[in-house]
C-alpha cells in the first residue's frame, strides 16, 4: 500500500474514532469505550504524520542532469496533463483529511467541560450567615450568652438554617480578659462569646474538639490546633490558615446575633483566592 494510502486510513481511523468520542460521552459516556476510542484518535492521527514525515516529505538534496535546451524538432506536443497535477491533489486531499482529524479531535476533547458545570460565582464566598441573623443551637433555639457557661462550647447555625454545611459555626464562651483577638474585632465576641467557622481550613472536616485547658480547637481528621484566644490561628498540624471568625452582638431582647457574614471564605482554601480572600482574574 502505498504511503498517501496509509496516512489516508490513519486519519480517516482518527476522525471515526473521534466522532465516536463524542457520540459516546452524548449518549452517557462509557469510560472503557471511551478511552479505547481517544487511543484510536490519537493513535491514527500520530502514525500519519509520521508515515507523512518519513515518507513524503523527503529532506534529501535532489540533482538531476540539465537537459539541453530548445527543441531539437519545432515546437514541443503540448502535454495532456500539468506536470505534477496528481501529486498536488493527493496532497490537498491529505491536507484536507488532516484538518477534518485536527477538528474532529479538538471537538471531542472540548465537549467535556461540558461537564464542569456553571460557574459558582460569588458562592464560595458567601454563608447563610447575614447580618442580624440569630445564632440558635443544632434544635433551633436562640441563644443567650446566660445559655452558655465559661468554657463551654455548642454548634450553632444561622437562624433558619439549621444544619447548613458552610454556615456551622463554633460558639465558645471564655472570660473577655483573656482574648487577644486580631486589631478591629474587639467587638466581635460581647460578653466573651467568641465564634468560629467549623469547617477546617486545611481540608473540610468539621473542628469537633474544644480543649478549655489551653483554649484550642483540634481537628480530628489530621490534628490541626486553633488557637481559639487568638482569632483561631493554627499552632499545630497542617492548616495554615485560621479559622474564620463570625461577627456577634446581642440584639436588643438580649439574643445573640451575627453582625455579618464571615470576613472571608470558609473552609479549605482554593486555586481562584488571592490574599484579600477575593476571586483573582
Ligand atoms: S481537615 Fe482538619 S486538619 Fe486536616
Known amino acids: 500500500m502505498s504511503a498517501e494510502r496509509w496516512i489516508s486510513v490513519g486519519l480517516a481511523l482518527s476522525i471515526a474514532a473521534s466522532i465516536g468520542l463524542v457520540v459516546t460521552y452524548v449518549l452517557g459516556g462509557q469510560p472503557q469505550v471511551e478511552g479505547a476510542l481517544l487511543a484510536v484518535a490519537l493513535g491514527g492521527l500520530g502514525a500519519a504524520l509520521v508515515v507523512w514525515a518519513a515518507r513524503l516529505v523527503d529532506a534529501r538534496t535532489q540533482t538531476e542532469a540539465l537537459h539541453p535546451t530548445g527543441s531539437p524538432g519545432g515546437t514541443p506536443a503540448a502535454t495532456e496533463e500539468p506536470v505534477g497535477a496528481g501529486e498536488v491533489t493527493r496532497r490537498r486531499f491529505l491536507l484536507r483529511l488532516l484538518a477534518g482529524a485536527g477538528a474532529a479531535l479538538a471537538a471531542a476533547l472540548a465537549i467535556p467541560v461540558l461537564s464542569l458545570g456553571p460557574r459558582p460565582g460569588r458562592e464560595l464566598f458567601r454563608t447563610d450567615w447575614a447580618g442580624g ?77 474544644y480543649r478549655a485547658a489551653d483554649h484550642a480547637l483540634l481537628c480530628p481528621c489530621h490534628q490541626s490546633t486553633f488557637d481559639v484566644l487568638r482569632g483561631a490561628v493554627p499552632t499545630f498540624g497542617p492548616a495554615v490558615r485560621p479559622l474564620p471568625q463570625l461577627p456577634l452582638e446581642i440584639d436588643g431582647d438580649g439574643y445573640l446575633v451575627a453582625t455579618g457574614d464571615f470576613p472571608e471564605p470558609v473552609g479549605p482554601p482554593f486555586w481562584d483566592m488571592t490574599h484579600d480572600g477575593e476571586a483573582g482574574g
Open 133 to 209: 441573623a440569630r445564632v440558635v443551637d443544632a434544635d433551633g433555639r436562640p441563644l443567650r450568652v446566660a445559655d452558655l457557661a465559661i468554657d463551654s462550647v455548642r454548634t450553632v447555625f444561622p437562624e433558619g438554617r439549621i444544619g447548613s454545611p458552610d454556615g456551622q459555626t463554633l460558639l465558645i464562651r471564655v472570660r473577655p480578659a483573656d482574648l487577644a483577638l486580631p486589631d478591629g474585632r474587639a467587638g466581635w465576641a460581647p460578653e466573651g462569646c467568641v465564634a468560629y467557622s467549623k469547617v477546617c481550613t486545611h481540608a473540610g472536616c468539621p473542628v469537633g474538639l
